[in-house]
Structure formats: structure tokens, C-alpha cells
């Protein structure tokens, strides 16, 4: 299996612009986590689906933030507009539900300037 | 949600002590889980700790549970430069799954 897979590992972008961040998991596992990581905050929980369903998305930090799981093998986490203080590592991560173990995927680093 | 206090926030070691990381809750736990990142990694799932009470090992790591399931503890027995990370605890409850803070543990050779 090749794990979570995230993409773009790495972005930078200017402040104002529409980031799109993108999130296979694990085939067969029916819940998605998106994280957020920084030094100031340790690593958020934003948003997690079951069966492609939103269930929790009170980590969400504001509108400019949203999140679909369109099926079961693909979720996106967009930010517009994007700001400075957006910037972090972002991670997906799935498990077979939502209480059991959680894979991550290797991270997309944001960078808005 | 309630939140999971982890301490202590930072471990500095000499390669060869032992480490000890503490993760406390307000509330009583269904289950707590255990997860390690390296430097420039991502969280990768140690262990998982269900019952009252329960001790897990693996190798040099010994996971404990508490008896009121409200604490639980990672304990490196002689730490090796492989075991630089941090050590994050999470609790899934009432469909809320939180992570503690953790802890960054740093080994001298």
C-alpha cells in the first residue's frame, strides 16, 4: 500500500491567492483527518470525514477555509484567500473509523508571503 | 473538546537515560493513543491503550495506562539518538479526537 498521499509537498504562494491542498488515503478506510502544524498551536485537528461525510469541522479557523471529500478516495482542503498566517504544515491522515489508528500522510508545507 | 495536557514540553537527555512523557486529562478516556515524530516527519501511530490499567512494551518503550483511565505515560528506557522526536498522545472521545502538545525529546550522544 502506498500510504496517504499528499500533494503538493511543498507550496509557496503571495498572500491573497487560492491554495488547494490534495489528499489520497488509504483505500478501504473510511474516515480523513486534515491537520494543521505550527510551533505556536502543535497540530490542529480542522476537519474530519466519515464515509466521505463532513462530521467535525469546528477546528475549521474561518470561512476562507473549506474542505470536500467529493468520494472515497479523494479529499481537498482549500484556503481563499490565503494570509500569512496560513502558513504551516498540513496533513491528512485516514483510519478504517474514526477511533482507530490514524495514518498520516508526509505533510504539505505552506508558505504565504 | 477537552484538551489533553502533555508534559513536560521539552526533554533534553543524555544518550543512555531514561525518558518519561505524561499525558493528563480532566476527564476520563475511552482509549489514548501514542505517536512519534521525527524532525521533518509526520505523527506515526506507536500504540494504543484501551483497559484500565494497561502496561504495552515494545523493545525500550513501555506504555501505561491509568487505573481511573484519566493518565497515561511513555517511558524510553535508555535512550538512544534514534528515539529524537516528538512523542504526542491523542484521545479519541465523544467523536472528538485531540492531540497533546507534546513532547520533544532531544538525545546527546
Known amino acids: 500500500d502506498a500510504g496517504v498521499i499528499q500533494s503538493p509537498r511543498h507550496e509557496v504562494t503571495e498572500m491573497g491567492q487560492e491554495v488547494t491542498l490534495r489528499c489520497k488515503p488509504i483505500?478501504?478506510?473510511?474516515?480523513l483527518f486534515w491537520y494543521r502544524q505550527t510551533m505556536m498551536r502543535g497540530l490542529e485537528l480542522l476537519i474530519y470525514?466519515?464515509?466521505?461525510?463532513?462530521?467535525?469541522d469546528s477546528g475549521m479557523p474561518e470561512d476562507r477555509f473549506s474542505a470536500k471529500m467529493p468520494n472515497a478516495s479523494f479529499s481537498t482542503l482549500k484556503i481563499q484567500p490565503s494570509e500569512p498566517r496560513d502558513s504551516a504544515v498540513y496533513f491528512c491522515?485516514?483510519?478504517?473509523?474514526?477511533?482507530?489508528?490514524?495514518?498520516f500522510g508526509p505533510g504539505t508545507r505552506l508558505l504565504v508571503l | 473538546g477537552q484538551q489533553v495536557m502533555q508534559i513536560p514540553q521539552y526533554q533534553h537527555v543524555q544518550e543512555g537515560e531514561d525518558f518519561t512523557t505524561y499525558c493528563n486529562s480532566s476527564?476520563?478516556?475511552?482509549?489514548i493513543q501514542w505517536y512519534k515524530q521525527r524532525p521533518g516527519g509526520h505523527p506515526v501511530f506507536l500504540i494504543q491503550?484501551?483497559?484500565?490499567?494497561e502496561v504495552k512494551k515494545q523493545k525500550r518503550l513501555t506504555f501505561q495506562f491509568g487505573e481511573a483511565k484519566k493518565n497515561s505515560s511513555l517511558h524510553i528506557t535508555a535512550t538512544q539518538t534514534t528515539d529524537v522526536g516528538t512523542y504526542f498522545c491523542?484521545?479519541?472521545?465523544?467523536?472528538?479526537?485531540?492531540f497533546g502538545a507534546g513532547t520533544r525529546l532531544t538525545v546527546k550522544p
Open positions: 491522515a485516514s483510519s478504517f473509523w474514526q477511533q482507530e489508528t490514524q495514518y
Open positions: 470525514f466519515n464515509n466521505n461525510v463532513p462530521i467535525d
Open positions: 483505500s478501504g478506510h473510511n474516515s
Open positions: 491503550l484501551v483497559k484500565s490499567g
Open positions: 491523542a484521545r479519541y472521545n465523544n467523536n472528538d479526537m485531540r
Open positions: 476527564t476520563t478516556l475511552s482509549n
